[in-house]
């Protein structure tokens, strides 16, 4: 796939995010491999704040905008969550395996605050924005209607620890 990985003269590049197929063929013998390009990501290691995101912290203001794939190591609470899905435009990967969500009393969204472990109710909801969401390894229970209406969501990754799905997720 050409749209994904060029080959010019024995050198593969990464042309966008994606996987290709590449074949080679000299004196007789052929070999193919297969070649997947990943998003370029960036990674902060942050602490949840009581007041104010701690992602902030560690992003400038002005680049929020320009990030398409975030990789968060830490805590992060409401205050986070909030920058995560309005703050950041084209955010479209978000890893967050290394990431621990723990409880805040500020809403995210109306009624909704974070707890400890939980992708809480409508979390990600409406967020068409995103192709990639890896949760938190630490996450126990996925709330009602976590990701409904992130129509582009083509990668999730549920870690092993769930024990509680409620409701409607998508």
């Known amino acids: 796939n050409a749209n994904v990985a060029t080959v010019d003269n024995g050198v593969v590049t990464g042309v966008a995010i994606g ?12 070999a193919t491999c ?4 990943e998003p370029n990501y960036v990674t902060v290691n942050t602490t949840a704040k009581s007041t104010t995101a701690g992602l902030l912290d560690e992003l400038a ?3 929020l905008k320009n990030i398409t ?3 968060v190591m830490g805590t992060i609470n409401s205050y986070d969550i909030i920058v995560l899905n309005n703050k950041m ?3 479209h990967y978000l890893d967050l395996t290394d990431a621990r969500i723990v409880a805040c009393d500020y809403e995210y969204r ?4 974070t707890e400890d472990d939980v992708v809480g109710d409508y979390m990600f909801s409406e967020q068409a924005k995103y192709y990639t969401i890896k949760l938190p390894k630490t996450t126990k229970a996925i709330g009602y209607s976590a990701f409904d209406g992130c129509s582009n969501l083509t990668d999730f990754e549920i870690p092993n ?3 509680s799905i409620e409701g409607i997720v998508f």
Request: proline share 3%; charged share 20%.
């Open 19 to 30: 996987t290709a197929r590449i074949t080679a063929q000299a004196g007789g013998v052929k």
């Open 34 to 37: 297969t070649v997947e390009v």
């Open 61 to 63: 203001i002005a680049d």
């Open 69 to 71: 794939a975030l990789r």
């Open 89 to 91: 435009p084209n955010l």
């Open 110 to 113: 109306s009624d909704c605050r």
């Open 161 to 163: 620890g769930i024990t």
